[in-house]
């Protein structure tokens, strides 16, 4: 193929957006040159996301326009990431080359072996955490610091799309956060299905969670860290100390919760209860000043009553989130839920109770953060938007504010007096 253009399309979490720049470091080693859309590249290669339906088919959505280019020969479309054996056999036909993340130092090898004519340096071999991601941010990047997941929650597609649980090494974490540091990035995301299960599968051969957290705090430099995501159940009180001791350590926490109700939350496999979810989070708001918490709740799951429902509900009024992630249940292929639980809660009212929990979330959202209007907050600044700048908070909150767009404040910190708040932002004024 003489146009040798590519477009890596990642769905989902910040795991795939990780492992897209990944993909595109390998395919850039081979001379592909990178494009902003799908209809100028030669080539395409989706991350694709098992956790939801809808990112499935968008997937699909996309075929009415890549098959016609495919059969002119002028598109290779590849698929990885996610992707659950139920979708993989319906998918096959339509992708020229399906393959596993952890192969990607493999992927010139496999395209030829699917005669995709390329040239293949067979000398060259890779572990996936050897390939130095080319990022999409000159500001803010995205670390992986381990693999899988071991906790097999009923609803979940990633034990069986990811594997188990590997730690990397924590010298190979700490080296890129460092060099990363000295080029600029303001802005570092630790990732993992499960981070604070960060060398638990090492049997004492490798640091914990904490100890890893505080390693990367004391890289010199003017940074902050965030990490994503955490499970309930190996949440410690040193990650809390730690937290608490680093200001680079952003003080914002996402912690799935799922569930407020005991029974689901059993049906879902997520081994604590409401009880001790509760208690955790009071030890994280004691422990922490000014912590802002997010959670992922999911809404009609198997036989949710609506009794059930208002423990979720409860939950999130008693924990005051900032931010939720609300989801809608749906089935995911393959899944222990899939086989053995029936999803008999209607679209209808799965819908109702999402608006419900998001108004909760509105209110508490807005009880939390009007007390900070006429403060000056440190805002890391994202980009310029028609008529003002957008940046996060050390809180991940939008912040809002004039200056010209010629000011070059893209991937900078400013201090922003908070003017106003509305749901889920600030507008604020730049102080000089």
């Known amino acids: 193929m003489s146009n040798k253009y590519y477009y890596v399309w990642p769905l989902g979490c910040q795991t795939n957006k990780s492992d897209g720049e990944r993909v595109a470091a390998i395919l850039e080693k081979m001379g592909y040159t990178k494009v902003d859309d799908d209809t100028t590249a030669s080539v395409v290669v989706v991350v694709a996301c098992a956790v939801r339906q809808s990112a499935v088919d968008r997937i699909y959505g ?17 698929l990885t990431g996610c992707v659950l054996p139920h979708d993989k056999k319906k998918l096959s036909p339509k ?14 090898l496999l395209m030829a072996q699917s005669s995709i004519e390329i040239t293949v340096d067979q000398r060259d071999q890779m572990e996936y955490f050897d ?4 990022h999409n941010s000159k500001f803010r990047a995205w670390v992986p610091i381990m693999k899988g997941c071991d906790k097999f929650c009923t609803y979940c597609a990633v034990p069986y799309t990811r594997g188990r649980e590997r730690s990397r090494p924590s010298a190979d974490i700490i080296k890129e956060v ?4 000295a080029k600029g990035y303001k802005d570092i995301h ?3 299905q499960n981070v604070n299960s960060y060398g638990l599968d090492k049997d004492g051969d490798e640091i914990l969670f904490h100890d890893l957290m505080e390693q990367v705090a004391q890289i010199e430099g003017d940074f902050w860290v965030r990490f994503h995501a955490p499970h309930p159940r190996d949440f410690t009180d040193d990650v809390i100390r730690v937290i608490a001791k680093y200001p680079k350590l952003c003080n914002q926490i996402n912690l799935p919760a799922q569930s407020g109700n005991n029974q689901v939350l059993r049906r879902m496999n997520r081994p604590y209860t409401r009880e001790q979810y509760i208690d955790l989070v009071d030890r994280i708001k004691a422990g922490i000043p ?6 992922d709740i999911i809404v009609g799951f198997s036989t949710e ?6 423990d979720s509900k409860t939950l999130m009024e008693y924990c005051k989130y900032d931010m939720a992630f609300i989801a809608q249940y749906s089935v995911r292929p393959g899944t222990v839920a899939a086989r053995r639980l029936e999803d008999d809660v209607t679209k209808e009212e799965k819908k109702r109770r999402d608006v419900e929990l998001d108004a909760v979330l509105r209110e508490t959202f807005m009880e939390n953060q009007q007390p900070n209007v006429g403060k000056v907050a440190r805002v890391l600044v994202e980009k310029y938007s028609k008529t003002h700048w957008l940046g996060r908070n050390q809180n991940q909150i939008t912040v809002e504010f004039e200056a010209p ?9 400013q201090n922003i007096k908070l003017e106003s708040v509305a749901p889920f932002r600030f507008v604020g004024t730049l102080q000089k």
């Open 62 to 78: 996309k075929f009415r326009s890549w098959e016609k280019r495919q059969q002119k020969g002028e598109l290779i479309t590849m």
């Open 95 to 108: 992708f020229d080359l399906i393959f596993e993340i952890e192969d990607l130092p493999k992927l010139p």
């Open 131 to 134: 390939v130095t991601p080319i």
């Open 178 to 181: 460092t060099e990363l540091v």
């Open 190 to 192: 630790l990732l993992g």
């Open 290 to 295: 000014d912590v802002s918490l997010s959670t």
């Open 305 to 310: 009553t609506e009794e059930q429902f208002e």
């Open 405 to 413: 767009e010629d000011a070059n404040l893209k991937g900078t910190f």
